[in-house]
């Protein structure tokens, strides 16, 4: 029975990630191509989204906490909320280096690379944490990124003849450094739990997205007017900040799962399912562009 408890837990985590992950997928599309007002404005603010949400998701855990239902248990020695300061800085900056890396390569060559998510996690785990993989992990990790690799060529090849890369090497490269940070801030979560057995999810997450937020809205506010631009924005198209308040709301209920299952089954599991998710992102993709030949 407990077997099965558990079993049905991972499965409702993965199903909350999948769906939630994947909506906001399509809202970011919407966003990336519907235009706004009568003059046909488009959405130019695509890279401040990462760091809106992060803001938005540390009000949502921060509001959570409040209510009596999570409530630290009498006797609970949390995770103090500095231990978030150094994942904080990696979890903003790693999504950064992915957006940027789009510049130099197609999505799908994108995804290619970081279907090898696990592998660094791993790593990782392995440098920081101390823990210790088997063969048979990894050469599972290497048969999912394999698989899923192979299933991203060969569906954007039915629609994507040949891949516009204007400087593959810089792509790639920026995607290395992406599952490097990724891998630092999984491993270091990690560590946290496991010094702070008591620490919940929730809390986890409160932080982590506390010092994100941090970190983006000194970039947003104080080093560039990208944040000023987006509220501008919105303000003047309504529609557009509903959509950004959707994309972000799918972000906060998604990390609930996230949070929950590295809190629950570590980030190595956490890592497969963010890394599946892929390739129903794929498949969405590929259907809408070979609707768009027909």
Same mark, same amino acid.
């Given at each position: 029975?407990?077997?099965?408890?558990? *079993?049905? $837990?991972?499965?409702?985590?993965? %199903? &909350?990630?999948?769906? @939630?992950? +994947?909506?906001? /997928?399509?809202?970011?599309?919407?966003?990336?191509?519907?235009?706004?007002?009568?003059?046909?404005?488009?959405?130019?603010?695509?890279?401040?989204?990462?760091?809106?949400?992060?803001?938005?998701?540390?009000?949502?855990?921060?509001?959570?906490?409040?209510?009596?239902?999570?409530?630290?248990?009498?006797?609970?020695?949390?995770?103090?909320?500095?231990?978030?300061?150094?994942?904080?800085?990696?979890?903003?900056?790693?999504?950064?280096?992915?957006?940027?890396?789009?510049?130099?390569?197609?999505?799908?060559?994108?995804?290619?690379?970081?279907?090898?998510?696990?592998?660094? *996690?791993? $790593?990782?785990?392995?440098?920081? %944490? &101390?823990?210790?993989? @088997?063969? +048979?992990?990894? /050469?599972?990790?290497?048969?999912?990124?394999?698989?899923?690799?192979?299933?991203?060529?060969?569906?954007?090849?039915?629609?994507?003849?040949?891949?516009?890369?204007?400087?593959?090497?810089?792509?790639?490269?920026?995607?290395?450094?992406?599952?490097?940070?990724?891998?630092?801030?999984?491993?270091?979560?990690?560590?946290?739990?496991?010094?702070?057995?008591?620490?919940?999810?929730?809390?986890?997450?409160?932080?982590?997205?506390?010092?994100?937020?941090?970190?983006?809205?000194?970039?947003?506010?104080?080093?560039?007017?990208?944040?000023?631009?987006?509220?501008?924005?919105?303000?003047?198209?309504?529609?557009?900040?509903?959509?950004?308040?959707?994309?972000?709301?799918?972000?906060?209920?998604?990390?609930?799962?996230?949070?929950?299952?590295?809190?629950?089954?570590?980030?190595?599991?956490?890592?497969?399912?963010?890394?599946?998710?892929?390739?129903?992102?794929?498949?969405?993709?590929?259907?809408?562009?070979?609707?768009?030949?027909?």
């Amino acid at each position: 029975m407990a077997d099965l408890k558990t *079993v049905g $837990l991972l499965l409702l985590c993965a %199903g &909350g990630i999948y769906a @939630s992950y +994947l909506t906001q /997928g399509v809202v970011q599309e919407v966003l990336a191509t519907k235009k706004f007002g009568t003059d046909g404005r488009p959405f130019t603010h695509l890279k401040t989204l990462n760091g809106v949400q992060s803001v938005a998701c540390f009000v949502w855990a921060a509001a959570l906490l409040l209510l009596p239902f999570s409530k630290r248990p009498k006797g609970a020695v949390y995770a103090p909320w500095t231990a978030y300061w150094k994942p904080g800085i990696t979890n903003s900056i790693g999504p950064a280096l992915g957006s940027e890396a789009l510049k130099n390569i197609s999505y799908p060559a994108q995804v290619l690379a970081k279907s090898c998510k696990m592998i660094p *996690v791993m $790593l990782m785990g392995t440098l920081i %944490g &101390g823990k210790f993989y @088997s063969s +048979l992990e990894y /050469g599972c990790a290497i048969m999912i990124a394999a698989g899923i690799s192979v299933f991203a060529q060969q569906s954007s090849s039915k629609v994507i003849s040949k891949l516009v890369a204007p400087n593959a090497p810089l792509g790639y490269g920026l995607c290395t450094l992406n599952l490097l940070f990724d891998g630092y801030t999984n491993a270091m979560q990690d560590v946290i739990h496991k010094r702070h057995g008591d620490t919940s999810a929730l809390w986890s997450m409160c932080w982590m997205n506390f010092w994100c937020s941090l970190y983006n809205c000194i970039y947003l506010f104080v080093a560039t007017t990208a944040g000023w631009d987006l509220l501008v924005f919105c303000r003047a198209f309504p529609e557009a900040g509903w959509y950004v308040a959707l994309f972000c709301l799918c972000g906060a209920i998604g990390q609930l799962f996230i949070f929950g299952t590295i809190k629950k089954f570590g980030s190595l599991v956490n890592t497969l399912i963010c890394t599946t998710r892929k390739f129903f992102n794929i498949l969405l993709k590929v259907s809408k562009e070979e609707k768009k030949v027909q």
